[in-house]
């Protein structure tokens, strides 16, 4: 029989989000719990350098910032705990989780921060120098600043892939773009405006094979011809990937709205998902920005309108 606790308010998932919403809960007086999940202070955790967060003149590593995120939630009494929801039982007054399938929670909010992981292609190399912040990234406009005046690659169809690349036009030398098909999967639009950007070179037909380097940074990308076989290098310094998020919400399939890709669907300008005291902030509903600092707005919004839940009743 598993133990069973109390709260009024569950936060699920950390991030800048889940610990911006465990400051604005705490100072609430809402005594929230937080789960800090599978990967403690989320994806940027796994960034060497923030520059565009506010407050931050000088830059500051992506684990530092949420240590230091956790320790003002902490100071307001927010309880920040190790361990991840394994099931949820959310539809009525009391909203029950589990958490590593032994502890049974009671609560009467939740906060969803799951967050999104960022999809790669799996070559070990690329996870090498993603793991080294030497030249691999998930997001152009996290990093791109990076890369000014330099040549990179980026790998992907979609209308995301799109709009990465031509934000890194503006910032790069050179952006090759890699498209596996013979076709683009995003809008005309979006094709249409990479095609008529003269520093980006599209190369159709296009896998990517290995991630060249020196062992600690990225020196270029070697890419393969799907129909002639031929393979050759490309010179870079930075190698991104667009090819899609999953959002962290698989254990929320059969309680809450999601869209076909499974991100969680909130009502308006609001937190609120489709069932009442069920509050969604950052990645997991957000498919369209994903930055630190909009993951950050949407935690506050999520704690006011669990703030504003629990007074109402």
């Given at each position: 029989?598993?133990d069973?606790?109390?709260?009024?308010?569950?936060?699920?998932?950390?991030?800048p989000?889940g610990?911006t919403?465990?400051i604005?809960?705490?100072?609430?007086?809402?005594?929230p719990?937080?789960?800090?999940?599978l990967?403690?202070?989320?994806?940027l955790?796994?960034?060497?350098?923030?520059?565009?967060?506010?407050g931050?003149?000088?830059?500051?590593?992506g684990?530092?910032?949420?240590?230091?995120?956790?320790a003002?939630?902490?100071r307001f009494?927010?309880?920040i705990?190790?361990?991840?929801?394994?099931k949820?039982?959310l539809?009525?007054?009391?909203k029950?989780?589990?958490?590593?399938?032994?502890?049974?929670i009671?609560?009467?909010?939740?906060?969803?921060?799951?967050?999104?992981?960022a999809?790669?292609l799996?070559?070990?190399?690329?996870?090498?120098?993603?793991?080294?912040?030497?030249?691999v990234?998930?997001c152009?406009?996290?990093?791109?600043?990076f890369y000014?005046?330099?040549?990179?690659v980026?790998?992907?169809?979609?209308?995301?892939a799109c709009e990465?690349?031509?934000?890194?036009?503006?910032l790069c030398?050179?952006?090759?773009m890699?498209?596996?098909?013979?076709?683009f999967r995003?809008?005309?639009?979006?094709?249409?405006?990479?095609?008529?950007?003269?520093?980006?070179?599209?190369?159709?037909?296009?896998?990517?094979?290995?991630i060249?380097g020196?062992?600690n940074?990225?020196?270029?990308?070697?890419?393969?011809?799907?129909?002639?076989?031929?393979e050759k290098?490309?010179?870079?310094?930075?190698?991104?990937?667009?090819?899609?998020?999953?959002?962290?919400?698989d254990?929320?399939?059969?309680?809450?709205e999601?869209?076909?890709?499974?991100?969680?669907?909130?009502?308006?300008?609001?937190?609120?998902?489709?069932?009442?005291?069920?509050f969604a902030?950052?990645?997991?509903?957000?498919k369209?920005y994903?930055?630190?600092?909009?993951?950050?707005?949407?935690?506050?919004?999520?704690?006011l309108d669990?703030e504003?839940?629990?007074?109402?009743?």
């Open positions: 029989m598993s069973i606790e109390r709260v009024k308010c569950l936060i699920i998932g950390s991030g989000a610990y919403a465990a604005y809960a705490a100072r609430a007086n809402m005594a719990v937080l789960y800090q999940g990967q403690p202070g989320g994806q955790t796994t960034t060497n350098e923030v520059e565009n967060f506010p931050y003149p000088e830059g500051v590593t684990p530092e910032m949420m240590m230091q995120l956790q003002q939630a902490q009494g927010a309880d705990r190790d361990g991840w929801v394994t949820a039982e539809k009525g007054d009391v029950k989780v589990w958490v590593n399938e032994t502890t049974e009671h609560a009467d909010t939740v906060i969803i921060s799951t967050g999104a992981t999809m790669y799996g070559l070990p190399s690329e996870q090498h120098y993603l793991s080294l912040g030497g030249g990234s998930a152009a406009v996290c990093d791109g600043f000014r005046n330099q040549e990179v980026i790998v992907g169809a979609g209308d995301s990465e690349a031509h934000y890194l036009s503006k030398k050179k952006v090759t890699l498209v596996r098909s013979d076709k995003s809008s005309r639009i979006m094709e249409e405006r990479v095609r008529n950007t003269e520093n980006i070179e599209i190369l159709m037909n296009t896998s990517t094979v290995d060249l020196d062992g940074v990225v020196t270029g990308v070697r890419v393969k011809n799907n129909i002639t076989g031929e290098d490309i010179e870079a310094t930075g190698f991104f990937v667009a090819i899609g998020h999953k959002p962290n919400t254990i929320f399939k059969e309680e809450l999601m869209d076909e890709t499974g991100y969680l669907i909130t009502q308006g300008k609001t937190s609120k998902t489709n069932v009442e005291g069920v902030c950052g990645d997991v509903q957000d369209d994903r930055q630190a600092i909009t993951a950050a707005g949407s935690g506050c919004i999520a704690a669990a504003r839940y629990l007074a109402a009743k």
